[in-house]
């Protein structure tokens, strides 16, 4: 832009200077010109004025023949002096062109013969001779005179002519450069005009140009406002600081109120003013580290010095990058991580607390194991000691007492088994493995022949049962499930258990007295049970035992049964059961 | 069924145990001397004939009846100590509890426990499983041969 208006101007300047030299130099030749016509003007009058002059001298010596005034003389001689004087003039104007200075030359001879024959009428006049009457005189005065008036008339002649060149060419050179100037103040004009557009129109795109710039600067502020707003309203503190010295640059609300301190009070301060000293190191450490290594640095776990106190941050530690790559600022990042800290605390207490009760859980079912069953075995040895040693000494109530108190023994010790079983099915360890479900089965339908080898069992057990689970809770499960289904199928002279897997759920039917649907949701819960236990014995732990295994597993349980007709027990040990 | 010379040490300290146990062996006819010791100590100090069984005479036990809940020291501790000892390393031991937590059992059979039996609460089993075990360590099982 700058060069175009450079070169715009210097071609303007140029033609205007162009057409500035043409008119001097036409103006100076129009003068000159005008200088010739005015000196050929000159030339004639002198020209004509010789002959005036002469006229006169001759009226004047007319005079003094005719009337011999000597008066006349005087105008004579004035008339005579007034003519050399002119003559000389026409010498001198003509001076530079030669035909002109010859043929003033032959005038001047012309009117010095003419002269000198009037000289001579008047000497004689003097002398008292009249010559007005001697033709031959008059004669040779006429031809003197006509001479002189020929050469004048022809010099006037030739200088009219003269003058008549230099009239037109003047007049030419006057419309030439009349011509040149309106050519001159045309182009003027046109560059005036050339120049005012193009101011106006360039003003017209500053204009335009300074209105963009003033909407790009607005959106330039609302883009800043709307980050100082992100940044100011950011839950977590986030402070800059320069590369340099480590002074804060800038700070959020959110690290004024977690600091306590103003940012009046931040800003331009390192961590030395703010901080305890060691703390400060600490911090300004991880500054150069970020800074040095162009990383982020992850601080997961700082303490601070606040004006409430002291506070843990979880803080991150961003070079960004200055003019010319190398890291101008630090952009830092902390989280409040104080209560969650607290929190994990307080979580490890629990957790310490719950383990100690879990011990505390431990030796209690050691104790009950132990310490429980030990005064039932004395209870049950005793009372059996009695019925072998004091027969005799008791009525048949009596021994049927102590049988009573036997029989008591035993079951209490068979809840205290089954309690344990269940909070072991809890306490213990959990690992799955791949287990196949019917191979357990099997060993535990085996146990169950041998104990009992007198029934009339038929176990359908098919290959592949296999799953992911752990194997001795498996076990516990299908031991209490086998186990049921053999119990309450034993008034059957003959039955059928059977194993299976339908969609994702293993099931465990028999044929057995099975129960009221009305009472399964009752199935589950601890020491419930839906048979008296003079008809089945149990404690009503198992089926609580099984469930918490198949919870454990992230499993369910379900049963159907019709009284009667026997019952299945559903169970899946995985919420993504895979039987392969 | 009978070993005269045979001693059985029984380890335990609860009285009715400790009777109902004598009544067990004396059912099943199982004649041989009874030692009872009532805590660990006592029991360790009567095989090593120190402190109160100081200078007592008469060697070892043929089997060691072992419960582990005791006083003072545990079992599982007295059969570190008889398993450490050279003297009574190969000494017959067998466990005699009313646990049958993992824990013990998988303790008692790394410390080289010979048997483990859980005392049944019904006396019968009870009579049962000590005629058992008589019958086996002391008339079927020969003991390791005695150190000079």
Redesign the interface.
């Known amino acids: 832009m700058r060069i175009f208006e450079t070169s715009a101007l210097v071609i303007a300047l140029g033609i205007l200077s162009i057409v500035a030299v043409i008119d001097a130099r036409t103006t100076d030749a129009l003068v000159v010109t005008l200088r010739w016509v005015e000196h050929t003007h000159r030339v004639i009058e002198v020209i004509e004025d010789v002959g005036t002059s002469m006229g006169a001298a001759r009226r004047a010596r007319r005079a003094f023949l005719v009337t011999g005034d000597v008066e006349t003389l005087t105008e004579y001689a004035t008339a005579i002096a007034a003519t050399d004087a002119r003559l000389d003039e026409v010498r001198d104007l003509v001076r530079d062109r030669a035909p002109e200075t010859e043929r003033a030359g032959h005038l001047g001879v012309a009117v010095a013969a003419r002269i000198a024959l009037m000289d001579a009428d008047i000497a004689a006049r003097k002398s008292g001779l009249s010559l007005l009457t001697d033709p031959a005189a008059m004669q040779r005065s006429s031809d003197a005179a006509a001479r002189v008036d020929s050469i004048v008339g022809a010099m006037l002649h030739d200088e009219r002519q003269l003058l008549r060149e230099r009239e037109s060419a003047s007049e030419g050179r006057v419309a030439a450069t009349r011509n040149l100037l309106t050519v001159g103040a045309a182009l003027g004009f046109a560059i005036l005009i050339g120049a005012f557009l193009g101011l106006r129109h360039e003003n017209a795109r500053r204009r335009a140009s300074e209105a963009e710039l003033g909407e790009r600067r607005e959106a330039l502020r609302q883009a800043n406002a709307f980050l100082d707003s992100v940044i100011e309203n950011l839950p977590t503190m986030l402070f800059i600081k320069e590369a340099s010295e480590l002074r804060f640059t800038r700070v959020n609300r959110a690290a004024e109120r977690l600091l306590g301190v103003a940012r009046e009070d931040l800003l331009g301060k390192n961590d030395f003013d703010l901080f305890p000293t060691e703390q400060a190191e600490f911090f300004q450490a991880k500054d150069r580290s970020a800074l040095d290594g162009h990383a982020v640095v992850d601080v997961p776990e700082e303490p601070i010095e606040t004006k409430d106190g002291r506070r843990w941050l979880h803080t991150m530690k961003v070079p960004i990058p200055g003019d010319g790559g190398a890291p101008g600022f630090l952009l830092g990042i902390s989280e409040d991580i104080t209560e969650r800290k607290r929190a994990a605390t307080e979580l490890r207490r629990a957790k310490e607390a719950a383990e100690a009760a879990s011990r505390e859980l431990e030796s209690f079912s ?1 104790s009950v ?3 429980l ?6 209870i ?6 009695l019925l072998e040693d004091y027969q005799d000494q008791l009525d048949a109530e009596g021994v049927d007492y102590l049988h009573r108190v ?1 029989s008591a ?2 079951r209490m ?1 068979e809840l205290i ?1 089954d309690l ?1 079983a269940l909070s ?1 099915v809890t306490r ?1 360890n959990f690992a799955r493995e791949r287990v196949d479900v019917g191979a357990v089965a099997r060993t535990v339908a085996d146990q169950l022949r041998s104990a009992d080898p007198d029934r009339d069992v038929a176990l359908v057990i098919p290959d592949g049962l296999l799953t992911s689970a752990d194997p001795r809770l498996v076990r516990v499960a299908l031991e209490n499930l086998i186990g049921n289904a053999w119990k309450f199928s034993a008034k059957k002279p003959s039955t059928l258990i059977e194993l299976g897997a339908h969609d994702d759920a293993f099931y465990v039917r028999d044929h057995g007295a099975g129960f009221d649907m009305t009472y399964a949701s009752k199935l589950f819960g601890v020491f419930q049970r839906l048979h008296a236990v003079s008809e089945f014995d149990g404690t009503g732990i198992g089926l609580a035992t099984v469930q918490r295994i198949v919870h454990r597993h992230g499993g369910r349980i379900w049963a159907e049964s019709k009284v009667g007709e026997g019952a299945t027990f559903f169970f899946t040990l995985n919420e993504m059961e895979s039987k392969a | 069924m009978t070993s005269p010379d045979g001693v059985i040490l029984l380890i335990e300290d609860n009285l009715d145990d400790e009777k109902l146990t004598l009544r067990a062996l004396k059912k099943n006819r199982i004649s041989n001397a009874v030692v009872v010791a009532r805590d660990g100590q006592e029991a360790l100090d009567w095989l090593f004939a120190t402190g109160v069984y100081e200078g007592r005479a008469g060697g070892l036990p043929q089997i060691v009846l072992l419960d582990l809940q005791l006083p003072k020291i545990s079992g599982l501790d007295v059969l570190r100590r008889i398993r450490a000892d050279a003297t009574t390393r190969l000494l017959p031991v067998v466990i005699l509890t009313s646990s049958r937590e993992d824990g013990d059992r998988l303790q008692g059979y790394s410390l080289g426990t010979n048997s483990y039996v859980r005392k049944p609460v019904d006396f019968v089993e009870f009579v049962e499983a000590v005629r058992q075990l008589g019958l086996y360590w002391l008339v079927l099982n020969e003991p390791p041969p005695t150190r000079g």
């Open positions: 050691y194991a132990h310490d069953r030990a005064p039932l075995r004395g049950d040895g005793f009372s059996l000691a036997r023994a035993k010790a088994d344990l072991r213990g």
